[in-house]
């Protein structure tokens, strides 16, 4: 505790010493020299800014003119211009110096009008509670406005932006004052609208300012550029300063000069020149564009020799740091018409026979153009003419075509033009060899001759009967040839235009004497088998009409018939039984017997259904009685018949027969019996 008293008492008597000393420090911002003349304003802005740590406000202001401070009663000493202590009023209109800041910043001053007395510097005494601070101003006051100042770039260029500045180191809110800029030679003053005027009235500057932005034009070089101060309000110059534009550009109206006094001909020697009007810096080369190169030169002169017809167009450039072409120049050389050609015109692309054609002569170019048009065909002389016409083209006007062009300086032939004339195929025809008659084992070749454009692409072959013989080569070959191959050939050629057949041609094939005699020898072997055929056929014919007479004789009944053939079983006759009624004939063993019955019916016969195993056959009489006919055929069961040996060993083969006799209405008397038929072959 007793050294914390002693500690506490040292610092207050610190900042005791702080607060009431002018140590504090002053921080005050304004234009280092303002410039004004006699009967302007001057505009001061200004701010301070006081470090003490404490929030203090200002208390007086005093503005001195030219004001000394005096070592002996160590204070300020000279004219006072304003002087305003606390409480503050308000900036008064008809004082020439007012205060515009504030107790806390701002210590901006406006003096209007200013005095020429004015010139030199200004003294602000500020003071505040417990610091105090006197800035000083610098001041020039003139007796005459302030001179205008013209900034350029470093370099102007033609069509190149450049801005150029006038400047006025000054600038008073309430006076009213102008910049204007002014060329020579630009009476209209189109520069006006291109200038834009800037103010700064800041604590660093202060400034009137117009920047002018325009793309000068070497027409504008050496002219005098001049930057007006006007008083709108008593509208007059205050004062003016100008500047000489140097306006760095390319050599200018470049032209190329013929010399040569006559007209240029073929061969002749040309001499050219290069001329220039203006340039900034001067011209310190030439280049020349000649025949698709250049030449550069330190002099303006170009001599040709032997000027070629094909020149191209010259042209030249005058250097200094840029180049400058001049328009180009013809020499406009005289000479025979050139590059001569045929063309076709119509049609426009592949000839056929029977097209309208018209081949037409032209060339590239004629010094004179005055010229003469003449056609040859292989050689020889048509006619004269730009055009050669055909209505109806055909193969034969096919051919190399020239034509020739003539002026006053010479004449020019053109190449040949082949003219080529497409066609189906013609005088078609078949050709034979060796002859059109030729022995068979020998060769015979057909050859398919046509004229065609394009080439025939395919032949086709047909014999006599009109059929193709899937042959589409231009020769047929027939090795070894045969017989069979006599007759009319024709043929079919075909391209892309069409196709055509040829008439027939005949060939003939004769017989070797090797096939004669085997002809000879099969045609004698074929009429004997014909003959043995025809004997055998005819003895064969007769034996079956015998036979069919036989069996005519048995179905010659005309009622119902049945017959019963007997399996063909051969056996000794049956004479020697002596119970046998039979017969037995060796003639028609092989035979089919038929038997056919008739019985008469009654008109009171009614019909009778026989019994499960009957089979029914019914149909009309062949003949006109109304009778009708059922027979029941049944095999024999047991016991003797009539007729019949019981202990025959072909007993299995015999067939039975019994007869019905059916009819309408009632049956007539008849006997009661049963016949038995026995049938045998």
Not at 191 to 203: C, D, F, G, N, V
Not at 250 to 265: D, F, G, L, S
Not at 462 to 469: A, C, G, R
């Amino acid at each position: 505790m007793h050294l914390l008293g002693p500690s506490l008492l040292l610092l207050a008597n610190i900042l005791e010493y702080l607060a009431f000393s002018d140590s504090s420090k002053w921080r005050v911002e304004h234009p280092h020299t303002l410039y004004s003349w006699e009967g302007a304003c001057v505009w001061i802005p200004c701010t301070y800014t006081v470090y003490s740590g404490r929030k203090d406000e200002l208390e007086e202001l005093i503005v001195y003119r030219n004001y000394k401070y005096d070592e002996a009663t160590k204070s300020f000493e000279g004219l006072i211009l304003y002087n305003d202590t606390k409480p503050w009023k308000g900036p008064d209109p008809l004082e020439r110096v007012q205060f515009l800041g504030d107790q806390r910043s701002n210590c901006t001053i406006h003096i209007n009008p200013v005095l020429e007395e004015d010139d030199g510097w200004l003294g602000l005494r500020m003071i505040k509670k417990n610091s105090k601070w006197m800035e000083r101003i610098d001041l020039n006051v003139s007796k005459t406005p302030l001179p205008l100042q013209i900034q350029l770039p470093p370099e102007i260029q033609e069509f190149r932006e450049a801005t150029l500045t006038c400047l006025l180191n000054f600038s008073c809110p309430g006076y009213n004052i102008q910049l204007q800029w002014s060329l020579e030679g630009d009476p209209g003053g189109s520069l006006k609208e291109r200038a834009i005027t800037l103010t700064s009235l800041t604590t660093k500057t202060i400034s009137t300012q117009s920047k002018l932005t325009f793309q000068p034009r070497w027409t504008q070089h050496g002219k005098n550029l001049t930057c007006q101060l006007w008083d709108r309000k008593a509208e007059q110059m205050l004062s003016k300063a100008t500047v000489l534009l140097d306006v760095k550009h390319a050599p200018k109206e470049v032209t190329t000069v013929i010399e040569n006094p006559m007209r240029i001909q073929e061969g002749d020697t040309v001499t050219l020149s290069c001329n220039y009007s203006s340039s900034n810096p001067g011209v310190t080369q030439y280049v020349w564009n000649f025949q698709g190169s250049q030449m550069k030169q330190p002099h303006e002169v170009l001599i040709i020799q032997k000027v070629a017809w094909n020149t191209r167009p010259i042209t030249c450039a005058a250097c200094n740091q840029w180049c400058s072409w001049a328009p180009i120049v013809n020499l406009d050389v005289q000479y025979a018409p050139k590059d001569v050609r045929v063309q076709q015109i119509i049609p426009s692309s592949e000839i056929r026979s029977g097209n309208r054609v018209r081949l037409e002569c032209n060339f590239s170019s004629s010094r004179p153009r005055d010229v003469r048009f003449f056609w040859k065909k292989n050689g020889i002389f048509l006619k004269e003419g730009k055009e050669l016409s055909f209505d109806s083209v055909s193969p034969e006007d096919a051919g190399n075509y020239n034509c020739f062009v003539n002026n006053s300086i010479g004449q020019t032939m053109s190449e040949a033009r082949t003219l080529q004339v497409l066609y189906a195929p013609r005088m078609l025809h078949v050709a034979i060899s060796p002859k059109d008659q030729v022995m068979e084992g020998k060769k015979a070749i057909l050859t398919c001759e046509s004229d065609a454009n394009p080439s025939v692409l395919q032949y086709t072959w047909f014999d006599w009967k009109n059929q193709n013989l899937h042959h589409y080569d231009q020769m047929l070959r027939l090795d070894p040839v045969k017989i069979q191959h006599s007759g009319a050939y024709r043929c079919e050629a075909t391209n892309q235009l069409g196709r055509v057949q040829s008439p027939p041609s005949t060939l003939t094939v004769y017989y070797s004497p090797e096939t004669i005699g085997r002809r000879v020898a099969v045609g004698v072997g074929f009429c004997l088998a014909t003959l043995l055929l025809a004997f055998w056929g005819v003895k064969l014919q007769r034996s079956w009409k015998r036979i069919r007479s036989q069996q005519g004789l048995q179905e010659s009944s005309s009622g119902q018939s049945f017959f019963v053939r007997k399996q063909k079983v051969r056996r000794a006759p049956l004479s020697e039984e002596p119970n046998s009624l039979g017969c037995y004939n060796p003639v028609m063993e092989d035979a089919v017997s038929y038997a056919a019955l008739r019985f008469p019916v009654g008109d009171n016969d009614t019909p009778r259904t026989g019994d499960a195993r009957t089979l029914e056959t019914e149909g009309p009489s062949p003949n006109t009685d109304d009778t009708v006919t059922y027979s029941v055929l049944k095999k024999c069961r047991v016991g003797d018949y009539e007729n019949v040996l019981p202990n025959s060993p072909e007993d299995e083969g015999i067939h039975y027969s019994e007869l019905v006799h059916l009819g309408v209405g009632e049956r007539p008397q008849a006997q009661e019996a049963v016949e038995y038929v026995t049938l045998k072959h």
